[in-house]
């Protein structure tokens, strides 16, 4: 028995509900990748309706159909050129007119279509009651109530999807411009439709007409002459407004989707602001906003850094505890020191920091995303992000940069450009993460002193703060300013959450997995050759000569790239002292600062350096790397000879 | 008369008359800006509202066709407003 495969396309503004969506109707049965090419995400899930195998492709959130995002091109060209059997339009309720503008574009397209009007009930609670009856009538279109999040209206949802697909696809009327515009876009869509072009013609006039550079490229290679035509035709429509032809076919847009707005919505007025509200005034206030952030910022920290220190130390007990496991079937001999040694204790190192860390930091951060808090972080840290080139939806990367800065590279995704994308990631590989602290605290915190840990942490952010700078200044392009929206305050929809972090995780594994096990692998390697030596011996130019550090240092740096932490722990195995007397083998000043300074810049390690070379590729990933490097032997020296030039005891 | 969208007081209103580009400070300009404020709803004759801006010269808080928009201020400058009231 085949069943008829159908593809449905999930499209939409950001935050309306679009992955509990996505997630309702796909359940389990989910894949998530990339699109082709992009470093955009593309989420896949299937579900099985009325004898029908349903694809459903779950498109980026976006506000418009231009060529502001690699997003809205990514989408845009799928719902075009793919051509799904139908594009299902999620709408928030509480915010119509936004939303409608999008509809418009969506329409404009041609593909058949679907309305989920949703977050009906958060509409309701702002005192906006909404005629979706009326809205199906003028928008031509079927529209469907739903509450995602208590999986409202989604059966319904589906079923008229399926509907619309057995009907053959109704293909949703054109919404009119203004005659002298409209006037000319006819005129134009004549001239595409008698050449073979891959976008819709009605919608490729409109394109041109509002200068969309990736369109008038693609017509420019058939048929020039149309452009030309196009040009002139623009002008006249300037002439006539006294605006620009994009503006005014904007504008329009917008008066229909406001025009639509206000006939099928009655607002009926609140008496006192919904606690929402309340919220989003207490926490983006100019005083109150900071002292809330940090707050919350620091009992994320506390909190996961207590999770993962108790449950790390716990796997890591259990899991370390197989060895004999592995005597008893291997023996003593190479195969187990290899197997044990390189293999196995490579996945226990990612194990008990994958889980323990790195699990409850996704799944706090997509709370906080979801419930609306991160774009208020962005909001309050917007200016300071600006000194270093970038605006305040940096801030969320840079922050994920303290748990780990594998997550955090990704994450710099949010960022608009390839540029700010490329300048937040090398910041990010700067923030001492989780296990740059176990080492800033275990060295310098212990030996030296608390405030000694907090001067390097202070160092720190000066070093990323100038080197952000610097960056910003040497990158060419100039920097994109804020735009975002702030959705009003909602409690987050835990699976759909859930969901999220767990992916997150996967991807995590699988980018740093591998690595971590060749790396130790690797180690084991050297150590078995007995190649340890000669290394330190190689490295003792850089680390004694110039670092002033024991030579044996040269191989725990080494370690350090698989795992910054392993650094600490390799100290205290090559020097043959136990961690708390440790200062025997090494000063505290400078020794142990340097080392901990060194550490901390030096390089991104291996997991993180597969993060980038899977967001930049591999000439990006390898320069930063080397600065890295470079940069922190330079700080290290130099602070070496501060260190014993000023004798503090 | 036309003001710039940040000479606005919090709570005030104000109509967009228009965008412009290459004006105020260099940053927040970047390709594409004006297309993008059109898209998020600032078209020429929009009704908007100034709730409040962040401190540090941070960016403005403002309300534009239902929904909340934070704008840099470097582009809050090109934007220009005849206050209502």
């Known amino acids: ?649 | 008369m036309e003001l710039p969208l940040t000479a606005l007081k919090d709570g005030e209103s104000g109509i967009v008359t228009s965008v412009k580009a290459n004006s105020g400070h260099g940053r927040g300009g970047g390709w594409g800006f004006q297309k993008r404020l059109m898209d998020m709803g600032l078209t020429p004759g929009t009704k908007l509202t100034v709730i409040k801006s962040a401190p540090f010269r941070g960016p403005v808080e403002v309300h534009v066709r239902g929904s909340r928009l934070a704008l840099g201020r470097g582009m809050a400058e090109r934007i220009f407003v005849e206050i209502t009231k």
Not at chain 1, 204 to 231: C, F, Y
Not at chain 1, 596 to 613: D, S
Request: with cysteine; proline share 5%.
């Open chain 1, 1 to 649: 028995m085949t069943e008829t495969k159908l593809t449905i396309a999930l499209a939409g503004n950001a935050n309306v509900g679009k992955s509990v969506i996505f997630n309702q109707l796909t359940g389990l049965h989910q894949h998530i990748g990339n699109w082709p090419g992009k470093t955009v995400e593309k989420a896949e899930g299937t579900l099985h309706f009325k004898g029908y195998t349903i694809d459903i492709i779950d498109l980026p959130g976006i506000y418009s159909l231009s060529t502001f995002s690699i997003e809205e091109l990514v989408s845009r060209e799928y719902i075009a050129v793919e051509r799904p059997d139908l594009v299902i339009n999620i709408v928030d309720a509480s915010i119509l007119e936004r939303n409608l503008f999008f509809t418009l574009q969506l329409m404009e397209l041609g593909t058949p279509m679907v309305m989920a009007l949703n977050q009906i009930d958060m509409a309701e609670k702002k005192g906006i009651r909404m005629d979706h009856e009326k809205l199906e009538k003028i928008l031509g279109i079927p529209v469907v109530p739903t509450v995602a999040i208590k999986g409202r209206g989604v059966y319904e949802l589906l079923e008229r999807s399926v509907e619309i697909i057995e009907k053959g696809g109704i293909n949703p009327p054109i919404i009119k411009y203004g005659e002298e515009v409209e006037e000319r876009i006819r005129e134009i869509t004549k001239l595409i439709e008698k050449i073979p072009f891959r976008y819709p013609a009605r919608w490729a006039a409109i394109k041109i007409l509002e200068g969309d550079e990736q369109v008038e490229k693609e017509i420019r290679e058939i048929s020039p002459e149309i452009l030309s035509t196009a040009g002139k035709l623009a002008k006249e429509i300037e002439r006539i407004h006294g605006h620009s032809c994009s503006t005014v076919i904007t504008s329009e847009r917008y008066e229909a989707a406001g025009k639509i707005a206000r006939e099928v919505q009655q607002i009926v007025p609140r008496i006192r602001p919904p606690m929402s509200e309340t919220l989003h005034t207490i926490t983006t206030h100019k005083i109150l906003g900071y002292p809330i952030m940090v707050l919350v910022v620091l009992s994320i920290f506390q909190s996961i850094f207590i999770f993962g220190n108790y449950t790390s130390e716990f796997l890591s007990n259990l899991l370390y505890g197989w060895e004999p496991l592995f005597e008893g079937l291997l023996g003593t001999g190479i195969v187990k020191d290899l197997v044990w040694g390189g293999i196995a204790e490579g996945v226990i190192a990612g194990v008990t920091i994958a889980l323990p860390y790195i699990a409850p930091f996704y799944l706090i951060l997509y709370i906080l995303e979801d419930s609306g808090y991160l774009s208020r972080t962005a909001f309050l840290m917007d200016t300071l992000m600006h000194k270093i080139g970038l605006h305040g939806k940096a801030f969320i990367p840079l922050m994920l940069g303290y748990g780990c800065n594998v997550p955090a590279c990704l994450g710099c995704r949010i960022m608009e450009t390839e540029r700010e994308r490329l300048l937040a990631a090398f910041v990010t590989t700067l923030i001492p993460c989780a296990a740059r602290t176990v080492i800033i605290l275990g060295l310098v915190g212990t030996f030296v002193g608390v405030q000694w840990a907090l001067a390097l942490y202070i160092i720190d952010l000066l070093i990323i703060f100038l080197l952000g700078r610097l960056a910003f200044k040497a990158l060419p392009g100039e920097p994109t300013a804020l735009i975002m929206e702030m959705h009003d305050y909602r409690i987050p929809h835990l699976r759909t959450v859930g969901k999220q972090a767990w992916f997150r995780l996967e991807e995590f594994i699988k980018i740093s997995f591998p690595l971590i096990i060749v790396g130790s692998l690797l180690i084991k390697l050297i150590e078995i050759l007995n190649l340890l030596g000669p290394i330190a011996d190689i490295l003792s130019p850089v680390t004694v000569s110039w670092l002033g550090l024991p030579p044996i240092t040269g191989i725990t740096l080494i370690f350090g790239i698989l795992r910054k932490e392993l650094t600490l722990i390799m100290l205290s195995v090559l020097l043959n002292k136990p961690l708390p007397i440790l200062d025997q083998a090494m000063e505290p000043v400078p020794q142990m600062v340097v080392f901990t300074l060194v550490t901390m810049l030096y390089i991104p390690c291996v997991a993180t350096i597969a993060a980038l070379v899977k967001e930049f590729g591999w000439k990006k990933a390898l320069f930063i790397t080397i600065f890295e490097v470079v940069f922190a032997i330079l700080i290290g020296g130099i602070a070496l000879r501060i260190l014993s030039f000023i004798k503090i005891p």
